[in-house]
């Protein structure tokens, strides 16, 4: 009995072919696999340090804006400045 795949050879069981035409067929069947283990990898790995750029230029853009606490001021609230900065301390962001 083989299996048909259009458009393809038609492949017998494994358990109806010689020992070393199983090994040949195992063998490719496993280079096919880590192969795409690899290409897997690699995808994630691409899509990581496409993130990474992304989430880099948010930080510098963030970085240079300038801190609430002077916004706050600027805008004629010194108690939330204050704030601000007071949780900042606490918090270990600011000396």
């Known amino acids: 009995m083989t299996r048909d795949l ?6 017998p069981p494994l358990e109806s072919m010689p020992a070393n035409a199983r090994a040949v067929c195992l063998a490719w069947y496993q ?11 690699q ?13 880099a230029a948010i930080a510098r853009q963030v970085a240079a ?3 609430y606490s002077v ?7 010194p108690e939330r400045a204050a704030r601000q900065r007071a949780l900042l301390r606490e918090r270990g962001v600011t000396p």
């Open 6 to 11: 259009p458009g393809l050879v038609p492949v």
């Open 31 to 41: 280079a096919g696999v880590e192969e795409g283990v690899r290409m897997g990898r």
């Open 43 to 55: 995808q994630v790995e691409d899509e990581w340090h496409g993130s990474l750029e992304v989430s």
């Open 65 to 67: 804006q300038e801190p």
């Open 71 to 77: 916004l706050a001021k600027r805008r004629g609230q």
